[in-house]
Nanobody, 121 residues
Framework: QVQLVESGGGLVHAGGSLSLSCTAS????????MGWYRQIPGQERELVAR???????TYGDSVKGRFSISKDKDKMTVYLQMSSLRPEDTAVYYC???????????????WGPGTQVTVSS
């Protein structure tokens, strides 16, 4: 199994910045990417940003140019730097780690417990 520990959530004013981090432990050799999703109540969980082991980053359309994802492979930690935050960014942010499972035809997604980010106007 893979365990994900998130930190950095909190309250910030619109226009401000906030950084999130997520550290993976356990069967980390199975992890081939790490990223962040967010969920607003009543809405589907959506991709925020993801980075592969090769360093290729993908961003959701709503955060492009404002958020930046990075990783420290030695620490098995992924970071999300959020800038120019808007009230619409208020959500629970979840760390995600897709993993290769022996004997399974498809990757398995591990999830962190989520951390609340609230942007006030």
């Amino acid at each position: 199994q893979v365990q994900l520990v998130e930190s950095g959530g909190g309250l910030v004013h619109a226009g401000g910045s906030l950084s999130l981090s997520c550290t993976a432990s356990g069967a980390i050799k199975s992890v081939y990417a790490m990223g962040w999703y967010r969920q607003i109540p009543g809405q589907e969980r959506e991709l925020v940003a993801r980075i592969t082991n090769n360093g290729v980053a993908t961003y959701g359309d709503s955060v492009k140019g404002r958020f930046s994802i990075s990783k420290d492979k030695d620490k098995m930690t992924v970071y999300l730097q959020m800038s120019s935050l808007r009230p619409e960014d208020t959500a629970v942010y979840y760390c995600n780690a897709p993993s290769v499972m022996t004997g399974r035809p498809e990757p398995f997604d591990y999830w962190g417990p989520g951390t609340q980010v609230t942007v006030s106007s």
